[in-house]
């Protein structure tokens, strides 16, 4: 039992450090007409903009390569978090219950998003927030179907 938990450690150690470098690894923006002007450009508040633009992108007329990106933009963004999901409710009782297991991990969400924000790495989006909450929730689905088939065996 105590290896299992060892491992599950070391795979959530190994995930937090891949994330870390996916979201804070890239080169930060110039900021060619002053930094708060480039903060300003990359924040997003308004809820479905982004997954409206990138579903138009792949049902219209455009690019492959934009549609590519739309694709990647989009499943990437719930598909990044499921592990969270499903780490944080398997290594500690207090993610168990699905609405504390989204809560937290929308906080720390909130928290990357305005870490990329102000470092200029990547852009604060509110439909990455919904979306990367969607992750975490199959993470936690996950979780559950699992221990469902523990119980059963």
């Known amino acids: 039992m105590m290896r299992g938990r060892k491992a599950l450690c070391w795979g959530f150690a190994a ?23 480039q903060v300003a450009d990359n924040i997003n508040p308004w809820p479905f903009e982004t997954v409206v633009r990138f579903i138009r992108y792949l049902v219209g007329n455009y690019s492959d390569g ?42 720390i969400i909130v928290c990357v998003e305005l870490i990329q924000l102000f470092a200029l790495v990547g852009s604060c989006d ?19 179907w699992e221990q469902g088939r523990k119980n059963k065996g």
């Open 15 to 37: 995930y937090c450090a891949l994330m870390i470098w996916l979201l804070f690894g890239r080169e930060r923006y110039a900021a060619p007409h002053g930094y708060w002007q």
């Open 66 to 107: 934009l549609k590519r990106h739309a694709l990647v933009n989009l499943v990437g963004n719930v598909i990044m978090f499921v592990p969270l999901g499903f780490f944080a409710a398997k290594l500690w009782e207090g993610f168990r219950p699905l609405w504390r297991c989204l809560l937290w991990g929308g906080l």
């Open 126 to 144: 509110f439909d990455d927030l919904m979306l990367n909450v969607l992750g975490i929730g199959w993470g936690y689905g996950l979780y559950r």
